[in-house]
């Protein structure tokens, strides 16, 4: 079975919506077993212990919160030790235009140096996915179809 955690803040409920939707593409998956957990109740720990991150973050400032920022941070205690790992980004905010993209980077770069396999989508959001405001249809669909994807990959990887 390939671990997938989801791991998000979110203060308006908006990402949450969308961590929900990440695990419920996830999900569809029989051979994955899913994490879904706020940024308060995570660890490093746990990041060690998935086969698969995805993390999801509000833009503040034209990048993540801050709890989920500092996770990053104190995740630093087991550099090296996620290389290998399937990784993944998705985020929400106020505007259209009002740093989805960067936001998502931010937190794959961050994924990125921790030697994480990041899988792109030719089809959907290329990055992660991302709303505006309270996440629509096409955004809950985005969701769920990173979250398949992303869990398909930790399986061939893992199992």
Do not use: W
């Amino acid at each position: 079975m390939a671990k997938i955690l989801i791991v998000y803040y979110s203060r308006s409920g908006n990402t949450r919506t969308m961590a929900e939707a990440v695990a419920e593409g996830a999900r569809k998956l029989p051979s994955a077993v899913v994490d879904l957990r706020p940024v308060a109740d995570a660890s490093p720990d746990h990041l060690l212990n998935a086969d698969a991150v995805i993390m999801g973050s509000p833009v503040y400032y034209g990048t993540m919160a801050a709890p989920l920022k500092q996770l990053i941070d104190d995740s630093v205690k087991y550099h090296r030790r996620l290389n290998g790992k399937v990784g993944g980004a998705f985020a929400s905010s106020g505007a259209e235009h009002g740093g989805n993209e960067t936001t998502v980077l931010d937190i794959a770069k961050a994924l990125l140096v921790h030697g994480m396999i990041l899988q792109g989508d030719p089809e959907g959001d290329h990055y992660g996915a991302v709303a505006v405001g309270a996440p629509d249809e096409r955004s809950l669909n985005s969701c769920r179809r990173m979250g398949e994807r992303l869990a398909a990959l930790a399986v061939r990887l893992f199992n």
